[in-house]
């Protein structure tokens, strides 16, 4: 049987910190369904709760993409410019 620990719920402020991000951010992220969130149910205004696991599978499941910056200084000696 899967048992939860209330350690692994978080606020959105405790979210955040965690991914080191502000709290509006991490909310857009939920609304756009980006990130794991759950909505309590039962209130005026939607009160959200995120769980550790789903934020740590949120971060790993896409790569981060590197690129070479471009530059004015770059295209010039590329002869772009």
Not at 32 to 53: C, E, H, M, N, P
Request: proline residues 4%.
């Amino acid at each position: 049987m899967d048992t939860v620990d209330n350690s692994d719920w978080m606020t959105p402020a405790e979210a955040a910190a965690y991914l080191k991000v502000k709290p509006r951010s991490l909310l857009l992220w939920a609304r756009q369904g980006k990130l794991g969130a759950y909505a309590l149910s039962g209130t005026k205004r939607r009160v959200w709760r995120f769980r550790k696991k789903d934020l740590d599978s949120a971060l790993l499941s896409k790569s981060v993409i590197t690129c070479e910056p471009l530059t004015v200084l770059s295209q010039h000696k590329e002869g772009v410019i």
